[in-house]
């Protein structure tokens, strides 16, 4: 179960990878103690109930760190720009959590889809430019909690265009020169993102990454830009 940000709570299905730090006088862990404390949660899992798993699982393996990714699907409610038609998309979302002397420590990672449209392209050319989906994808460790919704949000605003599930022509009509009107190298895209996160004080650290697979070429284009806010 996750918070979702208009509808209180979703529910999805995720994937979990746990780890433990092997103490040195064990020969292996016990695997069959990762899959009883997560049934011992029940089917659902909170963000709240996290961390409990978390330091559960450290104490039943007697370790004096532990690592969990959940990883998931999440859907958000998007209005096409004109017709104000809705549907669904979904973002690639994974939840961190580590135990590491008795503190902990969470990070989320968001993967947005985006639109990113060559500036150099633009420029050259008198019949358009080219266009592509581009991945951006946010790493934030964070003071309190921060909705997902919101991170995926810092990213679509920094992009040439925000996706959408269902669109009508005149919203492709509208998503199409919106792209053109603001093109983006993929760095700019990662430097843009980084000022937005830099200004929200909820926001510890980062890890800003961008994918742009380019229409026109046979690779990508990538470009990262990471801080601790927390070093200075």
């Given at each position: 179960v996750v918070s979702d940000k208009s509808e209180g709570v979703q529910h999805t299905i995720a994937t979990?990878?746990?780890?433990v730090r092997l103490p040195h006088n064990?020969?292996?862990?016990?695997?069959?103690?990762?899959?009883?404390?997560?049934?011992?949660?029940?089917?659902?899992?909170?963000?709240?109930?996290?961390?409990?798993?978390?330091?559960?699982?450290?104490?039943?393996?007697?370790?004096?760190?532990?690592y969990i990714?959940?990883?998931?699907?999440?859907?958000?409610n998007k209005?096409?720009?004109?017709?104000?038609?809705?549907?669904?998309?979904?973002?690639?979302?994974?939840?961190i959590g580590e135990v590491v002397d008795g503190k902990y420590r969470f990070t989320m990672k968001v993967l947005v889809p985006v639109?990113?449209?060559?500036?150099?392209?633009?420029?050259?050319?008198?019949?358009?430019?080219h266009n592509q989906r581009s991945h951006v994808t946010l790493t934030v460790r964070t003071k309190g909690s921060v909705w997902i919704e919101d991170v995926v949000r810092i990213a679509e605003e920094q992009a040439s265009s925000e996706l959408y599930g269902l669109l009508k022509r005149p919203d492709e009509k509208f998503v199409t020169e919106r792209a053109?009107?603001?093109?983006?190298?993929?760095?700019?895209?990662?430097?843009?993102?980084?000022?937005?996160?830099?200004?929200?004080?909820?926001i510890e650290?980062?890890?800003?990454?961008?994918?742009?697979?380019?229409?026109?070429?046979n690779h990508s284009a990538y470009?990262?830009?990471?801080?601790?806010k927390t070093q200075g």
């Open positions: 979990f990878n746990m780890y064990f020969k292996g862990t016990h695997m069959s103690r990762f899959v009883q404390i997560l049934n011992d949660h029940g089917r659902e899992i909170s963000v709240e109930s996290f961390e409990s798993i978390l330091r559960e699982m450290v104490e039943k393996l007697e370790a004096k760190s532990g990714e959940m990883a998931f699907p999440y859907f958000v209005t096409a720009p004109i017709s104000g038609v809705q549907s669904l998309l979904d973002y690639d979302v994974t939840f639109t990113s449209l060559c500036p150099c392209s633009k420029e050259i050319s008198e019949r358009g430019a053109y009107d603001n093109p983006k190298f993929v760095e700019d895209m990662v430097r843009d993102v980084a000022a937005a996160l830099n200004a929200d004080e909820r650290a980062y890890i800003v990454e961008s994918e742009n697979f380019e229409s026109i070429h470009a990262l830009i990471e801080r601790d």
